[in-house]
């Protein structure tokens, strides 16, 4: 048995090949590029949910420092506002921060208005600052 050389492809047998080698190699382009979208949709989204905590996180400082102003000057938030405001910082605020609003919860009327509130402003400062380096 002698080797035969391989025959040549039929013109329109090798088109076909090429068609779809072409067709597969532009799906896989096109993976490619979905792939790449999709983490930067990823990542614009979470930056996007960073962004809108450090926003909630803020809110519920200024609401706090607002109440916590006034109940040092005497003058007492109701239930309502009261609850909320220390729910928020239960639930955003930093250790350092919680401590301080527990701190201050724990004085009576008459002792508040010794409490150094630059030492809360800085804490809730810190923390927002932290969270702001992290989103970056």
């Not at 047998?13 to 067709?23: E, Q, R």
């Not at 921060?97 to 630059?118: A, C, H, I, T």
């Amino acid at each position: 048995m002698a080797i035969q050389p391989p025959n040549s492809l039929d013109p329109g047998v090798a088109a076909l090949f090429g068609a779809m080698i072409g067709a597969g190699a532009s799906v896989i382009v096109q993976i490619i590029a979905a792939v790449v979208a999709a983490k930067h949709e990823a990542r614009s989204f979470h930056r996007t949910l960073r962004k809108e905590a450090i926003a909630n996180v803020t809110d519920a400082y200024e609401y706090a420092l607002n109440v916590t102003f006034n109940m040092q000057r005497g003058r007492g938030p109701d239930e309502a506002t009261y609850g909320n405001v220390f729910a928020q910082i239960e639930l955003r605020g930093s250790p350092a921060v919680k401590k301080l609003v527990r701190e201050f919860r724990g004085l009576g009327p008459p002792e508040r208005p010794s409490f150094n509130m630059d030492v809360l402003i800085s804490a809730m400062q810190e923390h927002i600052s932290q969270l702001e380096a992290e989103s970056e």
